[in-house]
């Protein structure tokens, strides 16, 4: 969908209608089946992803126009540590992460995803060309160069993001 490559929409989406809008997401753009935990219980975990049946992926998603902090990626911790290593861990603060919470997730290989992010992503999953700006990542530019795809942010933390990658499964 066109409103799905706009910043300002998952901005404005917040609580279940973001966890919904973000389960299409990566319906759409990874080879997973996403599932949508209930509202309460969850143990703050708002998505799981399964591949073949088996666990890959769990998900917290906070509807934030204000940084994420370090405290909420050590909660997310917690709450995804009785999973295997294996699994990946997202979680995505659509107002951005702080940066002791972006030291403690690369220390912790949390995965953090911002609105820009889920932009990318919904570009990705309308690409018709069948190459996409994250399949860069082989010819790309090296760490601390503008990303090809002109987003403005360096290609470590764009199209060259292991996160990225790892999600569109290449």
Sequence with gaps: ?????????????KGRDLELEV????RLT????????????DEGLDLLGYRNGSLALVCQVKGWAKLVGQPI????LGSSQKYSSEVQRILIGTGGFSDPA???????QIDLLTAQD????A???????????????TVGPKI?????????LKYEKCCGSPMIRTLLGD
């Excluded at 389960?23 to 990566?26: E, G, N, R, T």
């Excluded at 972006?102 to 912790?108: K, L, P, S």
């Design 123 to 137: 570009q990705d999953s309308n690409s018709n060309t069948g190459t996409t700006a994250f399949e860069t990542q």
């Design 23 to 26: 389960a299409k997401l990566l």
């Design 1 to 13: 969908e066109r409103r799905r490559k706009e910043i300002s929409y998952w901005e404005q989406l």
């Design 102 to 108: 972006i030291r403690f997730a690369n220390e912790h």
């Design 73 to 76: 990626v050590r909660e997310f």
């Design 118 to 121: 889920l932009v990318r992503l």
């Design 30 to 41: 990874t080879r997973l089946d996403i599932e949508v935990t209930k509202s309460s219980g």
């Design 144 to 152: 601390g160069k503008p990303c090809p795809c002109k987003s403005g």
